[in-house]
């Protein structure tokens, strides 16, 4: 891991915004004011980024969904500069469009389809941790349920059978589905990781799910644990 | 007799060209008759309805007033200020149901962005024909229906504003039609309202999409009755240049470099220019060649009248426009310097220098206003006669159930699981969960809100119909535990044109102002949509009403969602109130009888006792009783709760004549409300004078069924509620086969 500015302080968590990204203020609340991190937004012109410790890419619709979710903004200069940091171990979390890009970026591996149902779906739904060793998980239990929402067209996870053989032997989902699919997934998948676990691209939104007022049972939020695991991963490496 | 002009059949009558050749004491260019026609358009002028919303009470000590002001505008408190808005795209949406309803949502957007607010929720209230059955009518209800939803859904998700409230009616007389209802709340800093003050040689600037021939005479269009598929008057949707250009305008406001924002719509930059000049009581100077245009060889008028999408108005002066421009560039928007402002408060239109039209903006803003004729229609008094249906049902549970699987009153969910309703992290309480929405803003209040409507009731009687829409819309948000803070009305009826339709419309301002003047909530918004019907007929009168509420306390944010050891509670009175009820209309297909009465006075102490309960923390639940009656609203209370309970039919407060009349009636100012301190709930209503309520039963322990018990202590309703459940989603079976 490069050294940052912050050395041994505060990490700090660089957002990229894309036209279309509508999550990016939602994921810049949670982290500043929820989790009093510091993270800023970062229009995707700016071609300097290494200096921060993490990249969130947010969820919305980057140029209008356009051609196909998440290709356009796959293909901007500043993915370049992702691709670079993930390579060198930053971690990097795609929410949602976020994770469409990370996909067409090939970050990930497989592809986000339509929904089986054909429409949009904006409802909450459960996950399961499969992979906690990821600095995305690490404060979960193996197997911990969470509630969370999604909220999306084109969710559908879909890879080929080696993709998807490969991804249950070395352990590359994160989070599947539990009971209660929303768009049909292939073996439920909900998260999934690079080899090195340092690239998660989910379609749940946890940002939506970190506040007890936000939830529809006003129960504990345990989503906001995927940003109290990222958060303790950096402090640990800083 | 129609007049000649230069590219469209003028709409403008005799009396009309009159008065615009007497005040501009010239004859009129063809050019200015094409501008004018689709300026004094229903639509656009309001030439029927004006004298009338004229008396709708605007004022209260929450409203902000200021020149050129769209949107109403509210202080909530610690420098918070919220606006609201509502308009409809009827006309389109029946053509062009995806187009026309995606491009809804883009106007109302626009709106609340012209006020310098960003928009942080939409509603839509929706009608249909009916969508049961294999019948033709049936079949093109859902196709509408469909893409109405999905055109809403494409835009708001894309644009990452949240769709957080509806409704949904399916009647009869919106065969071939529907009407789609968007409105929209804006949260903002009081000091960051756009002051609209400008000053000569400032500049105007037009940003956004390119204009071309799209929606050309659009408004015009919405003034007729819909005879033929005029599509080119449907307007094309483009949400991610709404997102840029929305963006765009929050960061331009940030940074202080606009002085002056208008949004291009409804009669399309001559409209705009003419009501930019005349609120700002300022000239202005535009040379259309400016204009950045999507087709080649438009004519002056075309370009003036053409209602294409996503443009936005800016006025800004010399020293700011730098700073402007680069927001625009960062957005990679296009736009165009068109002109500057001017002393005298005349819009002037050049082409390449040469002078095409020039009114004084008064004139232009102004359309002639018309005294219609009002006529009560003749039905009213035929169909209010009571009558007996059929022999009285003992065992209600069939009758229960297929009211719960009836399409106006089934949850919703296949509507707003389509719609992105959390992005924002406000979304409270969510669509389907409450009465009325609730969504946060910066200062730890919340606002709660709600449409409603009910074609049924206001067809039978007007007046009353639309006093229960204000009463329901208030008493949805009441139920979440707010208190109403404003009112916005869209009174959609058919032609004005007839004395009969006119009297309904009247009626139903009437009942505006007088129900808002007793309860002291101002009107903060409103439109009027005239010209609703197709050769098939005219639709009935369908006012929607929203009611925006303000909840100080996170603690008293209400749902209604029964709890265990729950005592139930019912606050107001039933009556043999039938008229345009669901049971009446849906399950025996009858068209007449008593329309529910609203009383003021009783009204306003139910209302008052209940927000009373909530703020004293003695109550779990509460929930509005209307559509349906008791007999939905328990079950809907039951089913949000998964939890069983037991009433007990003869505790009921009623002057009913039949138990199926006691559980369906619509009767109003009613509410239910499930309690675990009932002695302390029953001590405190008592306190209110000439309150009616009664405990009326309790949650079940054993099992897990809605139980009704009659007077001999038969059981006369006995259902599990996860049967209740099962029925309530018969939308979402109906539309995925």
């Keep these: 891991m490069q050294s940052s500015p912050n050395c041994g302080k505060v990490p700090k968590i660089g957002i990229v915004v894309f036209p279309g990204s509508n999550c990016d203020r939602d994921v810049h609340y949670v982290l500043n004011n929820i989790l009093k991190a510091q993270a800023d937004l970062i229009w995707y012109t700016k071609n300097k980024i290494s200096y921060y410790d993490a990249i969130v890419i947010p969820g919305g619709f980057s140029y209008g969904d356009r051609l196909r979710a998440g290709l356009i903004a796959a293909h901007s200069p500043i993915m370049g500069e992702v691709k670079r940091m993930a390579k060198d171990g930053i971690p990097v979390l795609g929410i949602c469009n976020g994770f469409q890009i990370l996909v067409e970026s090939c970050l990930l591996p497989g592809a986000l389809m339509m929904n089986n149902s054909l429409n949009f779906v904006c409802r909450w739904t459960t996950v399961r941790v499969h992979n906690n060793k990821t600095p995305f998980t690490i404060k979960f239990l193996k197997y911990q349920k969470l509630s969370i929402p999604v909220a999306h067209g084109e969710g559908r996870y879909v890879a080929d059978d080696e993709v998807l053989e490969d991804l249950e032997k070395k352990n590359q989902i994160v989070m599947r589905y539990v009971n209660d699919d929303p768009n049909g997934s292939m073996n439920l998948i909900a998260a999934i990781c690079n080899q090195e676990g340092n690239v998660m691209g989910m379609m749940p939104h946890p940002e939506r799910a970190s506040e007890t007022i936000l939830s529809p049972t006003k129960s504990s939020c345990t989503a906001i644990l995927i940003f109290h695991s990222l958060l303790s991963y950096l402090l640990k490496k800083l | ?737």
């Excluded at chain 2, 004229?54 to 202080?75: E, H, K, Q, S």
């Excluded at chain 2, 559509?627 to 003869?650: C, F, P, Q, T, Y």
């Design chain 2, 1 to 737: 007799m129609r007049h000649r002009s230069a590219v469209f059949p003028t709409m403008l009558t005799n009396n009309e060209f009159d008065y615009l050749r007497n005040h501009l004491e010239r004859e009129p260019t063809p050019t200015e008759l094409d501008i004018v026609s689709a300026q004094w358009s229903e639509h656009c002028s309001y030439k029927s309805s004006k004298k009338y919303i004229r008396l709708l009470p605007t004022n209260g000590p929450r409203v902000i007033t200021g020149l050129g002001y769209d949107a109403g505008l509210l202080d909530v408190g610690d420098g918070y200020v919220i606006t609201v808005h509502i308009e409809s795209h009827n006309h389109p949406s029946a053509i062009e149901p995806y187009g026309g309803a995606a491009t809804g949502v883009g106007g109302i957007i626009r709106d609340i962005m012209s006020m310098g607010t960003r928009p942080i929720a939409i509603l839509d209230a929706l009608r249909f024909a009916p969508i049961n059955g294999e019948t033709k009518t049936s079949r093109k209800s859902k196709w509408l229906f469909k893409n109405v939803v999905r055109g809403i859904a494409d835009y708001g998700n894309c644009l990452g504003v949240p769709t957080v409230a509806g409704e949904v009616e399916f009647d009869p007389c919106f065969e071939d039609y529907c009407l789609v209802d968007i409105a929209s709340i804006g949260v903002g800093r009081r000091e960051q309202i756009i002051a609209n003050k400008v000053d000569n040689d400032d500049l105007v600037i037009l940003a956004g999409g390119s204009t071309g021939r799209d929606g050309i005479h659009g408004s015009s269009f919405a003034s007729a009755i819909l005879q033929g598929e005029n599509r080119s008057a449907v307007q094309i949707p483009d949400p991610f240049l709404e997102k840029l250009l929305l963006e765009a305008t929050v960061e331009a406001i940030q940074q202080q470099c606009v002085k002056a924002i208008k949004d291009v719509g409804g009669g399309g930059l001559s409209c705009c220019l003419s009501e930019v000049s005349d609120n700002l009581k300022k000239g202005l100077d535009i040379e259309l060649t400016k204009v950045h245009l999507k087709h080649k060889n438009m004519s002056p008028a075309e370009i003036m009248i053409s209602e294409s999408q996503e443009r936005m108005l800016y006025i800004t002066d010399s020293l700011k426009l730098e700073n402007l421009m680069s927001i625009f560039d960062k957005y990679e928007l296009t736009y165009s310097l068109i002109g500057k402002v001017k002393k005298d408060r005349e819009v002037v239109m050049r082409y390449g220098g040469k002078v095409i039209a020039a009114f004084p903006s008064h004139i232009l803003a102004h359309a002639p206003l018309l005294d219609r004729e009002i006529k009560e229609p003749g039905y009213i008094h035929e169909l209010e006669k009571s009558f007996d249906i059929r022999q009285e049902i003992d065992n209600l549970d069939e009758v229960l159930l297929s009211m719960l699987s009836n399409p106006s009153i089934a949850n919703k969910r296949w509507v707003y699981h389509q719609y992105d309703h959390e992005v924002g992290l406000r979304t409270v309480v969510k669509p389907g969960c409450g009465d009325a929405s609730v969504v946060r803003i910066g200062n730890g209040k919340f606002i709660s809100v709600k449409l409603d409507g009910n074609s049924k009731h206001c067809y039978l009687d007007p007046y009353q119909g639309t006093l229960g829409c204000l009463s329901e819309a208030c008493r949805n948000v009441i139920c979440t535990g707010a208190q109403p803070i404003g009112i916005i009305d869209h009174l959609q009826f058919a032609s004005p044109e007839d004395p009969r339709i006119f009297w309904t419309f009247v009626q139903a301002v009437n009942a505006i102002t007088d129900y808002c003047k007793y309860m002291n909530i101002p009107v903060v918004g409103g439109k009027v949509s005239f010209y609703n019907e197709t050769p098939k007929g005219a639709i009935k009168p369908s006012p929607v009403i929203g009611s925006l509420g303000l909840i100080e306390k996170e603690s008293w944010i209400m749902e209604p969602s029964l709890k265990p050891d729950d005592s139930i509670f019912i606050i107001g009175f039933t009556s043999d109130e039938l008229g345009g009820s669901e049971y009446y209309e849906y399950y025996h297909g009858i068209t007449g009888g008593n329309v529910p009465k609203v009383e003021f006075i009783v009204d306003k102490i139910n209302s008052k006792a209940v927000l009373q309960l909530i703020t004293t923390g003695l109550v779990d639940c509460v929930h509005d009783c209307s559509k349906g009656g008791l007999a939905i609203a328990l079950s809907e209370m039951a089913i949000a709760g998964d939890i069983g309970l037991n009433v007990k039919l003869g505790l009921i407060p009623n002057f009913c004549s039949r138990l199926d009349n006691l559980v369906f009636s619509e009767s109003q100012s009613r509410f239910i409300i499930g309690t675990r301190q009932p002695i302390k709930a029953r001590k405190l209503l008592s306190k209110f004078k000439g309150l009616s309520f009664a405990q009326i039963g309790r949650v079940t322990k054993s099992d897990k069924n809605i139980k009704f018990i009659n007077k001999k202590n038969r059981t006369i309703v006995d259902i599990p509620v996860h049967k209740l459940r099962q029925r309530s989603n018969a939308l979402e079976r109906m539309m995925s086969s």
